[in-house]
């Protein structure tokens, strides 16, 4: 089993910043992808960022040159930051792990973004 647990959501000023985490702990294969996807009320889970074994990186349009997606292997995390936020971030952000395995997801973390 593949165990992903989120922290660092919360509330924001417009144009103020959040670093969320994601601990990843079980049954971690060697090869394998991390993400970030968000939901907002009423519209489906988006890709935000990815990173994989390699640690190539793709961000969805929305948030390129505002937020980073990093990894700290020796952990087992994963961050993004995110910078510049706007009201039209506000969603639930959720860890992704792929494996060969499967897809596993974290619980979710609230950001909300809002003056």
């Known amino acids: 089993q593949v165990q992903l647990v989120e922290s660092g959501g919360g509330l924001v000023q417009p144009g103020g910043s959040l670093r969320l985490s994601c601990a990843a702990s079980g049954s971690i294969f060697s090869i394998y992808a991390m993400g970030w996807y968000r939901q907002a009320p009423g519209k489906q889970r988006e890709l935000v960022a990815r990173i994989t074994s390699g640690g190539s990186t793709n961000y969805a349009d929305s948030v390129k040159g505002r937020f980073t997606i990093s990894r700290d292997n020796a952990k087992n995390q994963v961050y993004l930051q995110m910078n510049s936020l706007k009201p039209e971030d506000t969603a639930v952000y959720y860890c992704?792990?792929?494996?060969?395995?499967?897809?596993?997801w974290g619980q979710g973390t609230q950001v909300t973004v809002s003056s």
């Open positions: 992704n792990l792929d494996n060969p395995i499967g897809r596993y």
